[in-house]
């Protein structure tokens, strides 16, 4: 691919915005250099220019069928490779992030383009379920009725911060979205534009390469919220993903939900990611523990939103190896760069805040100006993070509380009282759960995904993954945003009765011309 | 079953509620006679109490596993034919309906019950997935991920008035979230309260026959919206089902979205249903379209929210003697009671303010006294339809709006500015279609369930139906509320990496002891 120089212009379907009124640029984290070259805030008629296209293109796209979605996302996964060095050199600068991780992250993110590419070809997602007339039943005749999952219209999509490629304008969202057949707007994330514009010209490119609709993608700047507003508001959206803080997904959801046709959001909002170490396993592992903790905290510069935020262990001399040793291992930990000022300046205000609170010790760490930071251990007792449970909310950034609990109970109490989490981590000898009654439904009740230990960093792309959970770690906790399930977060299933052998999608069709996976009259088939 | 004499009180668990302030009676719509015993409106400390024991009760009755969910729901069943006769008394009493409609709708809904217990107990629809770890890939191992839905928690049904058994208290909603192992706190009908208190005890003494844990069912009673609101404002609730109107729908949807966590819910709002009726299958079968039309109006009194309200044809020989018969049919229905005196003064309103609308013409039908009602044929042509788009939603009860179009273009036209509907139905020849590009995906965008001809009414219990469809047809166009997918709305999926084999749950261990059907290593295999 030719990369266009950058532009620093929405892209509106094959087209560019108009240059706006109001720009922004970037700043490198790791020197607080502003960085070339302006971007242009979208304005409310690019916006609507952009959706309005969407929706024109989207009866188009999603009738193409599984193998051009799959084409269109493996083509997109060639022009990001294309893009290799470019994006190496053009991501650490707008991030900080070293070169190595960029590489692992496109690498990431082509293969979740593909992943998905599979899915959509192989189409059994689609849920195809058909069950037969029968004209002869009393007291009324069954017609024959044939339902399946159906593209449910334009997508908007907001970029994360902390995965510049695998969450942003060509991550998980995008590419379930368009493998699920709908056309996708995003709304890019400020802190990385230039990568953003890379990307977004990858997509386009691959959509002329398949001779797409107009409108299939589009992508919008702003340093505000503007953009994303007008986006959730517009009538012909039908569906929004988001990764990113809670306020602002949060916001998201209420302006989605007060829409005079309200839409669905899928809004990943992070977590604090409680782990959970009892005692056998504190008293044969608590090194192991400590050392698979610190690296887990420490990774990203902590800004992973599966990060272990929160400890929870009966005090013992198991606890106090485990604590002894986690502060040797982060003392070790030079600072770095956060992704953003306003990430660094919003954690260290955090900290601030969290160590002035009753019982709330501050074990290691401090502030690291503008834009670095580095890990910090605060310590609390049981009963007070029971008295103040804002607490045990998420912090964006390299630290973990430890809660030192006097008793079981104090811990079973407060993981009871746990907001909904990603994940939830047990530590445990599998002989001691016997005394822990409940413990496992317990932690299944709060988290979309249950780790026997391990960290809970590190979340892998495939059929069985959840990244979801209760609110507030997302807005829907039927849904992940990650793996391959995430797909049916966008369809809709519709049923058709009576209707043409020949005028039926492919999907419903009695021969079973895609080969897929099919409920026929209950019994599931191929 | 020995029925206890109707108390008048909501059943909390396996106790009664205290008598309160406030209470209420039914009427019988074919006499207008004030119906024994008094229904004594829920406190707020009641609805408090009923969910309270239904989040206790979750953790227990989930683990207790489909094929103790299976038996419960067939326990149901088995009770509720126990009172066949008593209901055949008591429900025609209550809402008008003749005793051969209640006996029907009895085997509906212990039909639905058996068909969400089978369901429950084959277990295959948790969606299991496994996938294997992989301890040699680079440069990270790949942990073991398995993955299947679980019961989402305590889920509020509120009972339709129209189906006093199959969309009432032991009606889809509360079967489903059953059968998905969710207790269900159901507030009752104000309509119907004996019929409901009568099918309560049934689903009380089949807990009581399986020992279920206290608080797997309650049944509130309230004849305003305080009982309800609350319900849905109660931070252990986790679902929400619904059947009613737009107006009540949207209400339970913005107190939800508002919670501090919000929760799903399952609106079932109604639809005006459009027919669509092209030039060759008018020419053809202007007569037998009719004849369908009219029954379909008017079957129960036009009071199921599938009845066909919107009829779109353009002009000519083949929609003039359409619009013929359909009068002649219509014209010869006698009046009839409507389900309750607030129905038919809705129904009454709401025609004589379309006829006064620019463009309406009465064809048929006029206003009948407090309870009554007879069908009502309006007419429009496009045009005037165009500049009043409000004239297209739901009207509760036997009418319908024949839509006179000019051209193939006005008709699409009204057809894109549609809401989105439970059912869209097409009469046309197969082969007429093709000048009618884009129409089938058209309808499918607005609609649930598309029909090829017949009439909408009749919606078949079975594992494709799909009875849902576009706000505001319902709250989530994702889901169902009649068929075997909708067990799907009350459970969420988890994540167990790295599991001990004996202590996952059984639809996840690798000997797949509950031998369903599950995605394994991307393979689906049983």
Redesign the interface.
């Given at each position: 691919m030719n990369t266009p120089m950058l532009q620093g212009l929405s892209l509106m379907g094959y087209g560019l915005a108009e240059r706006g009124a109001v720009s922004f640029q970037a700043r490198n984290p790791a020197t607080g250099a502003v960085l070339p070259p302006h971007f242009y805030r979208a304005s409310e008629a690019d916006v609507n220019h952009a959706v309005v296209l969407a929706e024109a293109a989207a009866?188009q796209y999603?009738?193409l069928g599984g193998v051009v979605h799959g084409a269109f996302l493996r083509c997109i996964a060639e022009q990001l490779e294309a893009l290799a060095d470019e994006l190496a050199m053009v991501v650490p600068q707008e991030t900080g992030l070293p070169e190595a991780r960029v590489r692992?992250e496109l690498a990431r993110t082509t293969g979740q383009l593909r992943l998905f590419a599979s899915v959509a070809e192989e189409a059994?997602w689609v849920?195809a379920?058909?069950?037969s007339a029968q004209p002869e039943r009393l007291?009324?005749p069954?017609?024959a009725?044939?339902?399946h999952l159906?593209a449910?219209?334009p997508v908007g999509v907001f970029a994360a911060s902390n995965f510049p490629l695998a969450f942003s304008v060509a991550g998980g969202d995008t590419a379930s979205a368009l493998a699920a057949g709908c056309p996708v707007v995003v709304k890019a994330h400020p802190a990385h534009p230039a990568t953003s514009e890379l990307v977004g010209w990858a997509v386009v490119a691959a959509a002329q390469v398949l001779d797409l609709p107009e409108g299939v993608f589009s992508l919008l700047f702003d340093d505000g919220i503007t953009v994303g507003q007008a986006l959730v508001r517009h009538p012909a959206l039908r569906a929004v993903g988001f990764t990113g803080s809670l306020r602002a997904g949060r916001a998201l959801?209420?302006l989605a939900?007060?829409r005079p046709?309200?839409i669905?959001v899928y809004a990943e909002m992070g977590s604090v990611n409680p782990v959970v170490a009892l005692p056998r396993a504190l008293t044969h592992c608590a090194e192991l523990i400590a050392d698979g903790l610190a690296a887990s905290v420490a990774l990203g510069n902590g800004q992973f939103c599966t990060r272990p935020g929160l400890l929870l262990a009966v005090d013992g001399e198991g606890y106090v190896r485990l604590r002894a040793r986690l502060l040797g291992k982060l003392a070790l930990i030079p600072i770095a760069p956060m992704l953003t000022a306003r990430n660094a300046a919003a954690f260290h205000d955090d900290i601030a805040t969290m160590a002035k609170q009753a019982g709330v010790v501050q074990l290691l760490g401090a502030t690291y100006g503008e834009y670095q930071s580095g890990p910090v251990v605060l310590e609390i007792d049981a009963q007070n993070l029971l008295n103040q449970p804002a607490l045990a909310r998420e912090v964006f950034g390299p630290s973990i509380l430890l809660v030192r609990c006097a008793s079981a109970l104090e811990m079973l109490t407060i993981l009871r009282r746990l907001d909904?989490q990603l994940t939830a981590t047990l530590h445990a000898e599998?002989e001691e759960?016997a005394d822990w009654p409940?413990l496992?439904?317990?932690l299944?009740?709060k988290?979309?995904?249950?780790?026997?230990?391990?960290v809970p960093t590190?979340v892998?792309v495939?059929?069985?993954?959840?990244h979801?959970g209760?609110?507030?770690a997302t807005?829907?906790?039927?849904s992940?945003s990650v793996g391959t399930?995430a797909i049916q977060r966008f369809?809709?299933?519709?049923?058709?009765?009576?209707?043409?052998e020949?005028?039926l999608p492919p999907a419903l069709q009695l021969a079973n011309p895609l080969s897929i996976?099919r409920?026929v009259d209950?019994q599931?088939q191929?």
């Open positions: 009866p999603a009738a692992g059994s849920d379920r058909l069950d007291p009324q069954r017609p009725l044939r339902s159906q449910i219209g959801m209420d939900a007060a046709v309200p669905p909904g599998p759960l409940g496992t439904a317990l299944a009740s988290a979309g995904r249950v780790l026997f230990g391990g590190g892998e495939c059929p069985a993954m959840v979801g209760p609110y507030p807005a829907d906790s039927r992940t399930a369809a809709r299933p519709v049923c058709y009765q009576n209707w043409p020949a005028l996976w409920l209950g599931r191929r």
